[in-house]
């Protein structure tokens, strides 16, 4: 008995899972518009004509720098910029510290006060827990803060030296590593603190580099606070290690005149570094101020010309 055919079982239409979208776009075919006709160039006819004088024009202003633009050279600030900037900060910084120093002394010069007053009676016990708080909390934020404008200060110093060397065209004359020694290493920087400064002055002034710096009385001004300042600090810190009821004593009127003097030399500071900044970039931003033209009054009425035709010689 030959085989017989098998025949598959009918299965039931099934959806496709996911349907594929087709969009169909139309476009035009080339050559279906007519082409655009090349616009000529225009015939020149002169240089602009009115027929009467403008009444528009630029203000009388000192023109300034370009704002710096980010990503570009202009983006690098110059120099007598940096200066500027770093002295905007620098100033009330030392203001500030004046202040602190000022009171400080004060609690010094008060608790030298009561050190007499305690010779002859008894004194109260709050007007002491006072003046020890008031002590301690002024010559803490004064050691503290003090940081502060002595960075921003050798900061601006170092760029005012680049400032003042690039604007004579000539190079420092001492190395930065040369002026940092003779901030901070003691005992030379009584004789060479005074002669840097004295030298940027010389810079700052564009005095000829073959000719001796002669420094201003600002200038020695604050080389005899600075050697005072670091000569008292000296002495305190010797005198600290003194026993006895008399020298703690002389040591507070010693530390009193510590903190004037260092008060002393934050506001010479500030004056030196005020002026220093106005001969390097005497231009402040915020000095400038603009002017517009809202109207004209009592001005005579302009001569009127003849209006040219169109296309005529000019």
């Not at 996911?18 to 090349?38: D, M």
């Not at 901030?183 to 005074?194: E, H, I, Y």
């Not at 002393?264 to 005020?274: G, K, N, P, S």
């Amino acid at each position: 008995m030959p085989p017989q055919p098998r025949y598959a079982q009918p299965q039931p239409f099934q959806q496709p899972r996911y349907r594929t979208r087709v969009r169909w776009v139309a476009s035009p075919p080339p050559g279906a518009w007519p082409a655009r006709r090349a616009k000529g160039a225009e015939r020149y006819a002169g240089p602009p004509s009115y027929a009467a004088i403008p009444r528009w024009g630029f203000p009388n202003l000192t023109w300034r720098s370009p704002t710096a633009v980010p990503g570009t050279a202009s983006d690098v600030a110059s120099p007598l910029q940096r200066v500027r900037m770093i002295a905007r900060n620098t100033a009330p910084m030392l203001w500030i510290l004046a202040v602190l120093g000022l009171v400080a002394g004060g609690s010094e010069i008060w608790r030298y006060v009561l050190l007499v007053q305690s010779r002859a009676s008894a004194l109260n016990t709050g007007v002491v827990a006072t003046s020890d708080s008031l002590l301690l909390t002024s010559s803490l934020l004064t050691s503290v803060f003090s940081l502060v404008p002595v960075v921003l200060a050798l900061w601006w110093l170092f760029v005012a030296r680049v400032a003042a060397a690039d604007a004579v065209g000539e190079n420092p004359p001492r190395s930065s590593r040369q002026v940092l020694a003779g901030f901070l290493v003691p005992v030379v920087n009584l004789v060479m603190a005074g002669s840097i400064i004295a030298e940027l002055e010389h810079a700052v002034l564009s005095r000829p580099s073959a000719r001796r710096p002669s420094p201003s009385r600002l200038v020695l001004g604050w080389w005899a606070a600075w050697i005072v300042n670091w000569v008292l600090l000296v002495v305190v810190l010797w005198w600290r290690t003194q026993d006895g009821v008399q020298a703690q004593a002389d040591g507070t009127v010693l530390t009193a005149l510590l903190d004037l003097s260092a008060v002393a030399l934050a506001v010479v500071t500030a004056l030196l570094i005020r002026r220093f900044t106005g001969l390097l970039a005497p231009m402040d931003a915020r000095k400038l101020r603009s002017f517009r033209v809202v109207k004209v009054d009592g001005a005579p009425d302009p001569a009127l010309r003849a209006v040219r035709s169109h296309g005529g010689v000019r």
